[in-house]
Structure formats: structure tokens, C-alpha cells
């Protein structure tokens, strides 16, 4: 018989809007039918998150997740107690951005100890994580570093759209510069990788070109297309792999979320990001791909315009849990 798998939820910038939706999603019994949730966070301000949000859950402070109950109607919380319980609401503070790290560093010392099997991320402040002292671009780039991961990737996944990148936190002429056919084969490695694990027995993937119409044959740019994705498509096609491109980006993502594939591995950020956003911030979920432990996350940020006002949506967070489920490892 599978055990339900234990999910670390962190519960991001404390000024954002992380502690009200995880306290809505927890607020859905639907949740704790398909897996042993927990908040890694500060107690206080989840009880002011419940608060706002109208919420009837219980907080449980736990110091230890040999206390974690894993009830529906209590929410079980590892309180790390870094924040004042009147933290301001929308604003960027040093000591909220070195909190989340904290909450994050803990998450990843019990993942790589195999106490929990995924993590599920609340939204940071990249402003806030910087001031705290902690020189990373986001989640992706931190828990590499502290999994010892050289290779790694974000994957959006909304219904009807997986999209996988090569390269993302940086300028597009970076970006650019950054594209090799070795990454690019990582790259698809990864997606089919990931998916097979998901089961998908043979994953169908598209590639994006660079340039407009991915390049037109030498008609636009200076042949980044021939030199930095065509050598990575053909080696994965000679190993198996079902792989096409490099395809023209403007008309790919419409015949993904058609059905033409299964998932798109993008050049660059917004090349990915965009599409997917396009079908509903609520929709999107961001999962770093080619960790040794599962990490699925919202694909918003903080929204400090309306922390504190109990209306952000808690759909995508909820969609984060049910994919961490799935790609958990699964225990007998």
C-alpha cells in the first residue's frame, strides 16, 4: 500500500501573499486526501494569514516534524520564528527576504535527510531576499546551490501547456550568449526525463527557435539556429528521443496546447513565460526540473499590492501540491 507523500510547504515573503493562500488551500480537506502537508514558516503570522482570510484552521506549532499531526482542520507548522507577528503587509524587508531563505534552507536540510518527499514553495521577493543578504536570482538558483545541482531547469505546466527552459533569469542578449547545443541537449534530456517519470511513455517535444520563424533558413539572425539547437536536436533524436525542431515560437505553443506535443523547451524567460501566463497566472505552475528532490512552486510573485486583503487566489498553489504529489516518489 502507498503512503501518502509528506509535502514541505515554505511559506515565502511574509509581507506577500504566501501565508493567506497556503491558508485557503489547506482549508480544502481535498488536500490532505492525497498527501501529509506542513508549513515551514512562522506560526504567528499564519494565524494572522487565517485572519484575513476568514479561515477556521487551527495553527499547531511544531518545533520538530516527528510532532506533525497531518489533520484536516489543524495546520501543522515547523515555526522557525524569524518574523514579528506585525510584520507590515506589501512592503520589502530585509529580515522577511532572509526568512524566506531560511524557510527554503530548512525545507532542502529535510528533503536531502528524506523526512519529507517534495516541496512546495510560496512566493519570495527577490528585492526582499537580496536585502536580507542573500545574493540569489530566485527559488531555482538556491536550491541548486544547496543540492550540489550544476544542471537544472524551470518547467512551467499549465492544462494544456508544459514548457521547459534553457536559459531564464537573465538579459535576452545574455540569453542569447548563453544558448549551446550542449545546454540545449541537457535541456531536452531533462523534459523527456521528467516526463517518462510522470508517465508519459514516449514524450512528444518541440524546440523554439531564436529568431523570428527560427531563422528561416539563415533569413533572419546569423545562423544561432544551425549552430546552437539543430546539433542538440539531432543528437536526441539519435538517442530515441521524440524531439522536432527548432520551430518557429510564434505558432508553437498554439499547436502544443492543441495537442500536437507534449512540452516546449524555450530559448529564453519570456518566450516561455509568456504563453503560459497568457492561460491564467491562477493556471501555472513552476517546477525546477533536474534536482535531486521534487520542487514545485506558484507561478506568481508576492503580489504585496494586495497582501492583506484576503482576496489573492490560492489555485495555483493548490495545483503546486497536486503536481508535487504526483512527481513524488512514491513509498510502499
Known sequence: MMTKPVIGITMGDGAGVGPEIIMKA????????????????????????????????????????????YAYGTVDCLDLNLLPADLPFGQVSAEAGHAAF????????????GQ??????APLNKEALHKGGHMYPGHTEILAELTGTKDFSMMLSA???KVIHVTTHVGIIDAVKMIEPQRVYNVIRMAHETLQKAGYA?????????NPHAGENGLFGYGEE?????PAVQRAQQEGIQVQGPLPADTLFFRTTRGDFDIVVAMYHD???????????????????????????VDHGTAFDIAGKGIADEQSIKEALRQAVELAPKRQ
Not at 51 to 69: P, T, Y
Not at 102 to 113: F, G, P, S, T
Request: with cysteine; charged share 20%.
Open 26 to 69: 489547506l482549508g480544502d480537506s481535498a488536500v490532505y486526501d492525497s498527501c501529509r502537508p506542513f508549513v515551514i514558516g512562522d506560526a504567528k503570522l499564519l494565524e494572522r494569514a487565517g485572519r484575513v482570510v476568514g479561515s477556521q484552521l487551527h495553527i499547531r506549532a511544531i518545533s520538530s516534524l516527528s510532532d506533525a499531526e
Open 102 to 113: 531560511m524557510y527554503l534552507k530548512q525545507a532542502i536540510e529535510l528533503a536531502n535527510d
Open 116 to 121: 519529507i518527499d517534495a516541496i512546495c514553495t
Open 271 to 297: 518566450q516561455g513565460h509568456g504563453p503560459v501566463k497568457a492561460l491564467g497566472l491562477e493556471a501555472g505552475v513552476n517546477i525546477t526540473v533536474g534536482l535531486p528532490i521534487i520542487r514545485t512552486s
Open 226 to 230: 544551425e549552430e546552437k539547437i539543430i
Open 202 to 210: 514516449t514524450p512528444r517535444i518541440a524546440v523554439c527557435g531564436i
Open 159 to 161: 492544462p494544456k501547456l
